[in-house]
């Protein structure tokens, strides 16, 4: 993922913002959805593909190999060294008990995260961070054979875009992707999402004008409308399924729930312009997303470990804990716990990445680099 700046607080608050969607949703906490109408895995994917595409540079057209290896450099190297450390942890977690995750191979470090990215499961939602990538080169690409016959107009390229994302949804809803086909469905289902970013940057973001109340009207009308016609708004990007209404839905709602968080980045921006936490939070998502089902194993932990000193929590579900690792402990089974859950999946990361800073100062060599 590109990487928001100081100078545009919009997008530093956008990134965070979503990034608290995605942690939200793998917690089931339903908070921000605003009563139901923008459920987050209708859009919060779509999200951090439109921010990529918002930060594309048609100058990356011009040296493509220079691209492909400093995007290699940002996103797959880390994201490699990160699944390589995971698959020693379930190594060492299964030595004590825990059945959680596939082992090391040569299939789980370099196959699988382009397959599924669900490998080793304590870094499950970075499954993203190679899809991105062969869809940020699949844009390339497609852009420089473009470029060929003089097709450069980007409502264009997104029509093209958008009949690709169209006819995977499709397949996918007829049964025709899973295992490799997975590979190109991720990509063609991300493009026309990429290409919205592109399309609010260069075509759109100067019209963005509207008053609060009718922009928020429309949208809020829309969503009313999908939510009683359509058979649920919710689809799984990470499986390229879940798809069950007509296939210009799912990026219906894909612009709706980015238009609606991208206009309360905006109303936020002025007044958090000078956080220190928002602008390191947004321009450290790959941590959060590469850990936070770490951080919620972590929290299960400490009540593991309290349940033994304490004897206290007898409702703690043993066997889930040592097997499922989207086992969330709440105790009394109440609900507000996933708020913790919540809090940790953002906190422990951005600390992880804070430690990162500190030894990258002191250490002689820049070895920290290559896991952020």
Not at 138 to 151: D, G, K, P, T, Y
Not at 207 to 234: N, V
Request: hydrophobic share 55%; aromatic share 18%.
């Amino acid at each position: 993922m590109e990487k928001a700046t100081p100078k545009n607080m919009q997008f530093c608050i956008l990134c965070a913002l979503g990034m608290i969607l995605v942690v939200m949703g793998h917690v089931d906490e339903g908070m921000l959805t605003v009563g139901g109408l923008f459920p987050y895995y209708s859009f919060h994917i779509a999200l951090f593909v439109f921010i990529s595409g918002y930060f594309y540079r048609a100058q990356a057209e011009e040296r493509m190999g220079a691209w492909l290896v400093r995007k290699a450099g940002t996103l797959l190297l880390p994201y490699f060294a990160w699944n390589f450390l995971y698959g020693l942890l379930v190594c060492l977690m299964r030595a004590w008990g825990f059945f959680i995750g596939n082992e090391p191979s040569i299939r789980t470090l370099f196959v699988e995260p382009f397959l599924s990215g669900h490998q080793f499961l304590y870094n499950a939602p970075a499954w993203f961070v190679p899809a991105l990538f062969l869809a940020e080169a699949a844009n390339l690409v497609i852009r420089r054979l473009l470029a060929l016959v003089r097709i450069r107009n980007e409502w264009v390229i997104g029509g093209l875009y958008l009949c690709l994302g169209l006819a995977v949804v499709w397949l996918s809803q007829n049964g025709y992707v899973y295992d490799w086909y997975r590979i190109p469905g991720r990509i063609l289902y991300m493009l026309p999402c990429f290409q919205m970013g592109r399309l609010y940057r260069t075509k759109l973001e100067e019209k963005d004008r509207l008053p609060g109340w009718l922009y928020f009207g429309i949208l809020l009308a829309i969503q009313l409308i999908l939510a009683s016609t359509c058979r649920g708004l919710a689809v799984s990007a990470a499986w390229c399924n879940g798809f069950l209404n007509a296939p210009f839905v799912p990026y219906l709602t894909a612009a709706t729930g980015i238009a609606f968080w991208l206009r309360v980045s905006r109303i936020l921006a002025p007044a958090l312009e000078k956080s220190r936490f928002w602008i390191y939070f947004g321009n450290h998502t790959f941590g959060v997303m590469m850990h936070q089902i770490a951080a919620f194993f972590a929290v299960k932990a400490v009540f593991a470990l309290a349940a033994v000193l304490t004897g206290g929590f007898g409702d703690f579900a043993w066997e889930s804990f040592y097997t499922d690792i989207y086992y969330f402990y709440l105790p009394g089974g109440l609900e507000q716990f996933k708020m913790l859950y919540v809090a940790a999946g953002v906190a422990l990361p951005l600390l992880l990445c804070r430690g990162l800073d500190w030894l990258e100062r002191r250490l002689p060599w820049k070895l920290t680099k290559i896991l952020r």
